[in-house]
């Protein structure tokens, strides 16, 4: 069974600096898609990123990035220039490609607090 | 604002009552989900449904009793529940249930305490 770890409970970050937040995941499968999804305190999770197995480049969105390390499996989250409104919960989660393609594997999350 | 509207936000409720949660999305999406998020414990796939079929339910206890009338809506109807049933539910949806790379939906869930 997949398996996604999130080895950081909490990270605490400086309004302006840069953070990156840490997940590995556990699979046999070769194509697959990983996601950061991001809980704010209104509790609504909306996508931060995703990334494609099958792609090298690694996955932008403006001040969102990803370090994706497919033979270590390990796919990171840098988030540049943070904002107060970065803080939140991130869930890093894992789908594969074939069988039940609907069933996201999330990890436990990471709590990002933003100081000033 | 994504699109998926939750009622109620916060419920408390009794092991014998009886309570619905609802889901509703008016984004054209066919499939809907139910996710239970426990502190510390990853999100877990409740219940699955695509074109008002249920395709997927992971082993939940009967006391929870998913439905889903109509593309847009979904329901969690609750009965004799246990106090380790509190969490948060949180409703999605997504355009189909068969492209890995889709993007969830979520709604803002209710936060449920049973007493």
């Known amino acids: 069974a997949q398996t996604v770890t999130q080895s950081q409970p909490e990270m605490s970050v400086q309004e302006a600096e840069t953070v990156t937040l840490s997940c590995t995941y556990d699979t046999s499968e070769s194509d697959y898609y990983l996601f950061w999804y991001k809980q704010p305190p209104s509790r609504q999770m909306i996508l931060v990123i995703r990334?494609?197995?099958?792609?090298?480049q690694n996955a932008t969105e403006n001040r969102f990035s990803v370090n994706f390390q497919k033979a270590a499996k390990s796919f990171s989250l840098k988030i540049s220039d943070s904002q107060l409104g970065d803080a939140a919960m991130y869930f890093c989660a894992y789908r594969h490609l074939t069988g039940t393609a609907s069933k996201l594997t999330f990890g436990t999350g990471t709590r990002l607090q933003v100081t000033l | 604002e994504t699109g998926v509207t939750q009622t109620p936000r916060h419920l408390v409720m009794g092991m014998t009552n009886k309570k619905s949660l609802k889901c509703e999305q008016h984004?054209?999406?066919?499939?809907m989900y139910w996710y239970k998020q426990s502190a510390k414990k990853p999100l877990e796939l409740m219940f699955v449904y695509s074109l008002e079929e249920r395709v997927e339910n992971n082993s939940v206890p009967s006391r929870f009793s998913p439905e889903c009338p109509n593309s847009s809506h979904l329901f969690l109807h609750l009965h004799t529940l246990q106090p380790e049933d509190s969490a948060l539910y949180l409703c999605?949806?997504?355009?189909?249930?068969?492209?890995?790379?889709?993007?969830?939906?979520f709604g803002s869930g209710t936060q449920l305490s049973v007493l």
């Open positions: 984004l054209g999406h066919n499939a």
């Open positions: 999605a949806s997504s355009l189909t249930r068969t492209m890995g790379n889709e993007k969830l939906f």
């Open positions: 990334q494609e197995a099958y792609k090298q």
